[in-house]
């Protein structure tokens, strides 16, 4: 029998805060443990929580971006579960009425493009983080209480391939609007992802496994593959799925059985008592709708219209928002943004890859890459210059050029004269070329670029040397 994957995610993003999610102790990475926490984040009795507005605003902002309903009277709720990362043995979150409602990712896939839909977005706050040593275990508080959304998704994923679209889609969105960093390695983005296979073209779903806090592309997209492989090893075998929560070891390379899965009803959810509902007005949201910036994927469509540019290259610089903003304030200054594109997907993206990002260096990058273009350097000498543009030691590429004498050679009556000259330097490679060795003609150009002290734009000697020769 085919069988088909339904998968869904529940993905856990940190909000990109400065203070925790009910109290106003500073979220910071690096801290010695249990030093950022007060009796709201402790969990003391008598201690009440209030409700951090930027993570609301993160959360609604979010919501706005993945086209979701705003919830415009949210309220949050208590979840009561007993582990020692909890201390007051529930989690503040919200239940019946999220923040956000509805919504999609937009995803490609080889058949095309593909809404996965958001069922809802809330908001709660963070476990402390338990720490395991050789003969005991330490609980930090540092990130107790650290805001928290989660996404949570339709059951509309059937790959691991489109899994791993969707989050690179989510992530790149969040990253742009600001919310969170969705940094991995720091845990700031983990999901858990539920998966169950059926009949194809069946629209019942089949018993779920889910598999918990899982914080790397790479760790999602093989257990979701062994996890189906596992379930159709099961169906073959007329041996049951059991709904339960499993674990997925990187090394083995496989999940194994972690405990069966608590249903909503375990946690006993009810209304958070100490906190009041949050209302929202339409002209909060109006002033929170301003704040978002253009969408990535609408980004690069203007990007390809607005400066001619190809697909590839629209999609490369519009994947990080800075990259892109720093390309769009280059372009504005450059004569022609199109070569400029060009240029900057080599030489400046691989300066970036090895030196670091260099924002604040656009416009002399402009400057420098408009001499180029307008004959007044040559391609070597905008290489040469490049990195000291980039590395903000230039701020005015023209004087530089006109203090170290790099201007191009443009004058053709000159660049002529030292074609010949070279011609009649070099008998031998004129004998070479005469004799069929068309690769001498290279031999000219290095010739008169020397003659010219490097300044002399190579492509327009080339021409001259081949016509030269030619009419030998
Ligand atoms: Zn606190």
Not at 291 to 300: M, T
Not at 359 to 374: K, R, V, Y
Request: proline share 5%.
């Amino acid at each position: 029998m085919e069988f088909e994957n339904t998968i869904g995610l529940e993905t856990h993003v940190q909000l990109k805060t400065k203070t925790k999610m009910f109290c106003s102790c500073l979220l910071k990475t690096g801290c010695e443990p249990n030093t950022n926490i007060c009796p709201v984040c402790l969990g003391y009795p008598g201690a009440l929580p209030a409700i951090n507005k930027e993570a609301v605003k993160l959360t609604v902002m979010s919501g706005m971006m993945l086209g979701c309903e705003i919830n415009r009277h949210a309220t949050f709720d208590r979840k009561n579960y007993f582990y020692p990362d909890m201390a007051k043995d529930y989690q503040i979150s919200q239940n019946t009425n999220p923040l956000c409602i509805g919504g999609g990712v937009t995803i490609q896939t080889p058949g095309g493009p593909k809404t996965v839909r958001i069922n809802h977005i809330h908001l709660e706050e963070d476990a402390a983080k338990i720490n395991h040593y050789a003969s005991s275990s330490g609980v930090d508080f540092n990130r107790g209480g650290t805001p928290l959304m989660e996404i949570v998704s339709e059951p509309d994923i059937a790959s691991a391939d489109e899994a791993i679209a969707y989050l690179t889609a989510l992530k790149e969105m969040l990253v742009y609007a600001g919310v969170s960093d969705c940094n991995l390695e720091e845990g700031n983005m983990r999901s858990d992802v539920n998966i169950s296979i059926r009949p194809a073209g069946s629209d019942r779903l089949g018993t779920k496994v889910e598999i918990k806090n899982m914080n790397t592309f790479k760790g999602i997209h093989a257990a979701l593959e062994y996890e189906a492989a596992r379930q159709r090893r099961c169906a073959a075998n007329s041996i049951p799925v059991v709904q339960e929560t499993r674990r997925w070891d990187g090394e083995a390379m496989e999940t194994s059985s972690m405990r069966s899965k608590e249903n909503a009803h375990d946690y006993r959810y009810f209304p958070e008592p100490d906190l009041v509902p949050v209302e929202l007005s339409e002209d909060q949201l109006e002033e929170w709708r301003k704040l978002l910036p253009e969408k990535p994927e609408a980004r690069r469509e203007r990007m390809k219209a607005q400066y001619g540019i190809t697909e590839y290259d629209a999609d490369v610089l519009s994947q990080e928002k800075e990259r892109a903003d720093y390309f769009e304030k280059a372009a504005a200054k450059a004569e022609n943004p199109k070569l400029l594109c060009n240029f900057f997907m080599s030489d400046v993206m691989s300066w970036f890859n090895a030196n670091g990002f260099a924002s604040g260096t656009e416009e002399p990058l402009a400057a420098l890459f408009n001499l180029s273009t307008g004959g007044k350097i040559n391609g070597p000498t905008l290489k040469e210059l490049l990195g000291e543009v980039l590395s903000g030691e230039i701020a005015d590429p023209a004087k530089t050029v006109e203090e170290r004498g790099l201007g191009a050679v443009s004058d053709t009556a000159a660049l002529e004269e030292f074609v010949d000259r070279a011609i009649a330097a070099n008998p031998g490679p004129v004998q070479d070329f005469k004799n069929g060795k068309k690769a001498a003609a290279g031999f000219f150009v290095g010739q008169v670029m020397k003659l010219s002290k490097g300044k002399a734009d190579p492509k327009t000697v080339g021409g001259i040397v081949a016509r030269k020769l030619a009419a030998l």
